[in-house]
């Protein structure tokens, strides 16, 4: 069976990936690129502008009359577009990815709701590599227990503006959630100056910033004698696209309810 997916967002950075991973993916068929109305891109074919052959699919801005011909929609856009494509997949009965992020908490609520009536596949990182990641981090942890210090490095480009990065923190919830603790409570996000000795239980987190780093993470268990360290390195943006599009398979075969990558991967 193929599944028709549509991608909101089309035009940007993350929607050009998207099109390209579902051209690489069998069963997966690229049926609508929407975008915003105003968008230089508008009209144009997704295709020639994801770098591939034309694929008779243009760029835009109606997304009701795209979601009447799709099985599930692909959201990397902006909170607002992701709050209208919410609305829009309930008027349609319509099972909703989303990969954008940085809601508010009113916004998270009203994705929730919308959980009652048709099927959301919500993660701060679509990567299949990161959320495998992050599930180890979760059982080393619970292993290794308290003996371990734990200690998070990441490194990203120059141009992001937030420290640590969500999957840092997502890791950090990991790590604690295996060790039976609290992240807020625990969590030591920089350390300068005269800082004392180590807390035990503490989980500390250090940023790297510069150059075109796309995204890497590792996880430390420091103990006596030994240690383990847990990484992942991201070399592109095409392996968020490919995790939401499994996502996005998966997702079409599910009734209405909240969904994480966890679900998708069966972790
Ligand atoms: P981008 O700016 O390159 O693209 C965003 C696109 O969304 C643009 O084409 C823009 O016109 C469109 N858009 C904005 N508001 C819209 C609206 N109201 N309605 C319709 N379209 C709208 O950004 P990007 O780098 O592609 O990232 C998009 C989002 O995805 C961001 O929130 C980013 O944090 C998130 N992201 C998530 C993951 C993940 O794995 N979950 C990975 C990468 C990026």
Request: with cysteine.
């Amino acid at each position: 069976m193929t599944v028709k997916i549509a991608i909101l967002g089309a035009a940007g950075r993350m929607g050009r990936a998207l099109v390209n991973a579902i051209a690489q993916q069998p069963g997966a068929q690229l049926v609508a690129a929407i975008d915003r109305y105003n968008v230089p891109e508008s009209g144009l074919d997704a295709g020639s502008l994801a770098g591939l052959p034309a694929l008779g699919v243009f760029i835009s801005s109606d997304i009701d009359e795209a979601l009447a011909r799709t099985d599930v929609l692909i959201d990397f856009t902006r909170p607002e577009g992701t709050m209208a494509a919410i609305a829009a997949c309930q008027r349609a009965g319509k099972p909703i990815v989303i990969g954008t992020t940085g809601f508010t908490p009113e916004q998270k609520a009203v994705i929730a709701a919308a959980t009652r009536k048709v099927g959301v596949c919500q993660a701060a990182n679509f990567s299949v590599g990161v959320n495998v990641l992050i599930k180890l981090v979760e059982d080393a942890a619970r292993t290794l227990g308290d003996a371990y210090d734990v200690e998070i490095v990441e490194a990203h480009h120059r141009h992001k503006v937030d420290a640590p990065s969500g999957t840092a923190l997502a890791l950090g919830e990991a790590a604690a959630a295996g060790l039976g603790r609290n992240l807020k409570q625990v969590a030591i996000y920089g350390r300068e100056g005269h800082t004392g000795a180590r807390e035990t239980q503490t989980i500390g987190f250090a940023t790297v910033r510069g150059g075109d780093v796309i995204g890497d993470h590792t996880v430390m268990y420091l103990g006596e004698g030994e240690r383990v360290e847990l990484t992942h390195k991201a070399s592109s943006r095409s392996n968020f696209a490919g995790g939401a599009v499994r996502a996005a398979l998966w997702l079409a075969g599910q009734p209405a309810g909240s969904y994480s990558m966890r679900d998708v991967l069966a972790l």
